[in-house]
T-cell receptor
Framework: AQTVTQSQPEMSVQEAETVTLSCTYDTSESDYYLFWYKQPPSRQMILVIR??????QNATENRFSVNFQKAAKSFSLKISDSQLGDAAMYFC?????????????FGTGTRLKVLA | SQTIHQWPATLVQPVGSPLSLECTVE??????LYWYRQAAGRGLQLLFY??????ISSEVPQNLSASRPQDRQFILSSKKLLLSDSGFYLC???????????????FGAGTRLSVL
């Protein structure tokens, strides 16, 4: 069975600085998708970024980028120029590819604090 | 555009009372639908998912059940609530068939359930 591990329960970053959130996963599949979701205090889950496993190029979305290391099964999220609005819980998630199940597996989350 | 509605936003129920949480999706057809529970400070636990009307997969044995009476309607129910059913419940959907945005999960605003 697939697992997703976020080993950092909480992280802090100074406003305008860069922070990296870690995520590792375990799977025997070769085709899958990885996601980072943000959950602000409102608790609305918001997609931050998505990565397809077959793509070698790391995904980027404005100030958010990932470091996808398929062999190491690592999927970290880098937030550049951190803003106060980035403060939230961040969840890493895994989904099997088209031939797999429809289930999404989430990590336990990392709470990011942004210091003014 | 697609939207997901989840209600009620907050619910306080006595132990032993029934439960019905409703989720509807607009602007798409034949979505995959999901119910998650998030305990305080914890990650998301998948409870049920559905790939079509009347098709429900249960992930964990529990006091809850789910039904999908219509294509875009997903209901979470219980006949008798337990204290341990308290938590934050999230409904989610993902599109099937569109290569660009499929596999991205979109979440409702959640229901905070307190069982007293």
């Amino acid at each position: 069975a697939q697992t997703v591990t976020q080993s950092q329960p909480e992280m802090s970053v100074q406003e305008a600085e860069t922070v990296t959130l870690s995520c590792t996963y375990d799977t025997s599949e070769s085709d899958y998708y990885l996601f980072w979701y943000k959950q602000p205090p409102s608790r609305q889950m918001i997609l931050v970024i998505r990565q397809e496993a077959y793509k070698q190029q790391n995904a980027t979305e404005n100030r958010f980028s990932v470091n996808f290391q398929k062999a190491a099964k690592s999927f970290s999220l880098k937030i550049s120029d951190s803003q106060l609005g980035d403060a939230a819980m961040y969840f890493c998630a895994y989904r099997s590819g088209p031939s797999g199940t429809y289930k999404y597996i989430f990590g336990t989350g990392t709470r990011l604090k942004v210091l003014a | 555009s697609q939207t997901i509605h989840q209600w009620p936003a907050t619910l306080v129920q006595p132990v032993g009372s029934p439960l019905s949480l409703e989720c509807t999706v607009e602007g798409t057809s034949n979505p995959n639908l999901y119910w998650y529970r998030q305990a305080a400070g914890r990650g998301l636990q998948l409870l049920f998912y559905s790939v079509g009307i009347g098709q429900i997969s249960s992930e964990v044995p529990q006091n809850l059940s789910a039904s999908r009476p219509q294509d875009r309607q997903f209901i979470l129910s219980s006949k008798k609530l337990l204290l341990s059913d308290s938590g934050f419940y999230l409904c989610a959907w993902n599109r099937v068939g569109d290569s660009k945005s499929r596999n991205i999960q979109y979440f409702g605003a959640g229901t905070r359930l307190s069982v007293l």
